[in-house]
């Protein structure tokens, strides 16, 4: 997991670190990356889209 988590573009690493495992709220992140929490969904939704792709291809189950 920690493989596939790396492997995300950065924009989406750290918007997903800070929702996923910072547990941070969404208004939070967007304050302090200077984007809309509109983007921050986006960003956590596409990386999460990535991540389970990369686990099924590494034949990983969530």
């Known amino acids: 997991m920690a ?3 790396r492997r ?3 924009k989406l690493q750290v918007a997903a670190t800070l929702a996923l495992i910072e547990d ?3 208004k ?3 304050e302090a990356l200077g984007i809309s929490t509109a983007a921050v969904n986006l ?3 596409r990386a999460l889209r990535l991540l389970r792709k ?3 291809r ?3 189950e969530p």
């Open 58 to 60: 590494q034949r990983v």
């Open 24 to 26: 941070q709220p969404y």
């Open 3 to 5: 493989h596939a988590f």
């Open 43 to 45: 960003r956590v939704f």
């Open 8 to 10: 995300l573009p950065p």
């Open 28 to 30: 939070e992140i967007a």
């Open 54 to 56: 990369e686990l099924k």
